[in-house]
Each structure stands twice: as C-alpha cells, then as structure tokens.
C-alpha cells in the first residue's frame, strides 16, 4: 500500500513536471510564401512579421517564410491555401476579384496618389466588408491588405513618351482583369506569366516589356534585359497578405487578434522600407545605363479612363473617394 502510494506519488509530480514544460496549446505553423527575393521590402516585412508574431503569442502560432518562388507562383500559393494547405502569400488583391470583383479597384489605374491612400481605404469599413466576402466565397482569410509594393512603371526596350509608343509592344502583367486592360488601354499588349520568368521572358525576347515596381526591378535585376524605365506609376500595387480559412481558424481568438494588428504594423514597416528603397533602387537602375526618365502622365490617364466603365468599377471608384473625402 505505501508502495503504491509512493508511487503514484511520484508519477503526478512528473507529469506535473511534464506538462509545466509543454505549451498550453499546440502550435499553429503557417508557411508564408512570396515570389520576391529576401531582400525586397516585403521579403524584409515578413521576416520581421515571423518575429514579431513568435514572440506576441509566445510561440503558439510559427511563421515560416519563402522566397524566390519557393513555394510556386502566386497563384499556386492561392490555389495550395485553398485546399487547405497552412499556406500564404503576399497577392495583389485584384487577383481576388474573380471571388469579389469590387477588390480590383485596388488596383484600379491611377486611383491612389500614395500609400497613405491606400493604407486608409484598406482599413476602410467598406474594404472589410469586402473582405469578408471573400471569406465566404473563396476560403481565403485576409489578415491585411496594406503591404506597398510600389508603383509600377513601364520597361521597354525603346524610350516611351506617350500610349503610342506602346503599339505592338508584348508587355507582361499580372494576370488579372484589371491589370490586363490597363495595360492594354495604355496601348500595349498584355501577356501575362510568372514573375519568375519574366527575366528569361525579356532576355529570349519572348516578350517586348514588362511593367514593375522599382525594388522589383533591381532585385530581379531586369535592368541587364531591358533599356528604358519610363515613370508612368500606373498602378499603385498594394497587396494583401492571405491565408487559407481552415488554417487561420485552427488559431485561437486572442492569438487571431495578435497576428491582424501585426499584420498591419509589419505591413506599414515594409511599405515604409519600399519607399525608402525604391528612390535608391531607381537610382542604382539609371546607375547600370538603363534610361529612366519621367513622363507626360495625362495622356496615359485619358487613355485608361474606359477601363473603370469597362470593368463595371465606377460604384467602387466612388466608394474609394468618399472614404479618402475627395
């Protein structure tokens, strides 16, 4: 009998013991992918999100980050978190739209002067609704949709100086709605392929251009395969940071809270990074003997005006000025 006890006695300490040392929950992993180099601004803003979320919900929900393609092209990371994967990825929100076509006006040709713009219609009621939507049809979660990419300009291989010089040129772009008729209203020819094969697309001559962000340009190094930057800023490319629904609802209430405002935070620190870096990037790329030069912008605006009628954007085009109070 003193034995039994004794023994019990010892088995409770140890499992005492066992589970002080344990976390209360088991961790949530989330893989984070991005077709970006780890020195881009988002590959920076993700990392420090890993961090920072760690250490916030004391390492009950993991981040893990890849680069470069490590885990397909945007639009297969979106298809893999749809299936279920504990995936993500940094997207441009318009690649959402063929779920809730009203997100394509994030990406709506020169609807956002800057980022603080776009970093206040993002958190915008109306923009959550959407959101939500999306949720519902489409299985996919977006915990912020504020990471600045930058504004794209034109890469050709002869100077641009108005829609006319863009007849005939194969321009990649992403392949969404808005991106395509954008591109095509400003008089090129839109073609749309991975990010990770644009530098091989423009070296083969298998496509004429391309159109991209300044970080984007240096650190896919396309100033070796292209001639001219010319500075339209057509498009403002803010992105959203997507997680699949089943993933995101395996964390707890209280560490969902955490990982949003985070979210946020680390998206405001990377645009901050992406400002900052694309003045140097556009410098560096002039630096390699790529002419970069600015541009007559109104004839690129008139030009582009028929694709919100097109796209059936004017309702979320109001929308986006009510909310900014212009």
């Known amino acids: 009998m003193n034995f039994t006890v004794k023994t019990l006695g010892i088995c409770a300490v140890l499992a005492g013991a066992l589970a002080a040392g344990m976390p209360a929950t088991a961790a949530t992993t989330l893989r984070i992918g991005t077709v970006l180099a780890p020195n881009d601004p988002m590959g920076q803003g993700l990392e420090k999100f890993k961090l920072d979320v760690e250490k916030a919900t004391n390492g009950e929900v993991v981040i893990e980050v890849f680069h470069n393609s490590q885990l397909g092209d945007t639009t297969e990371m979106i298809d893999q978190a749809r299936a279920g994967a504990a995936i993500g990825t940094v997207t441009d929100v318009a690649r959402l739209s063929s779920f809730v076509p009203s997100l394509a006006i994030m990406s709506a040709p020169f609807l956002f002067d800057n980022y603080e713009q776009a970093d206040k219609f993002a958190l915008s009621d109306e923009y959550i609704a959407w959101g939500d939507e999306l949720r519902e049809k489409s299985g996919l979660v977006m915990i912020a949709s504020n990471w600045y990419q ?158 919100y009628k097109q796209l059936d954007l004017e309702a979320e085009a109001a929308i986006v000025n009510k909310v900014l109070g212009r």
């Open 150 to 307: 930058g504004a794209r300009h034109a890469l050709t291989q002869h100077p641009v100086s108005s829609p006319a010089d863009l007849a005939g040129v194969r321009m990649r772009t992403i392949g969404a709605p808005v991106w395509i008729e954008t591109i095509r209203a400003m008089g090129a020819e839109p073609t749309p392929i991975a990010w990770g094969e644009v530098y091989t697309a423009l070296q083969l001559g298998t496509i004429d251009g391309a159109e991209a962000q300044p970080t984007a340009i240096w650190n896919a190094k396309l100033y070796e395969v292209i001639k001219n930057v010319t500075k339209t800023g057509h498009i403002q490319l803010v992105t959203a940071l997507v997680v699949g629904a089943d993933a995101w609802d395996d964390i707890s209430p209280e560490n969902q809270k955490i990982v949003r405002d985070l979210a946020v935070e680390d998206g405001r620190y990377a645009s901050q990074l992406t400002i900052e870096l694309g003045e140097k990037a556009l410098e560096d790329v002039a630096a390699s003997g790529v002419e970069v030069s600015e541009v007559d912008l109104a004839p690129f605006k008139e030009a582009v005006k028929p694709v």
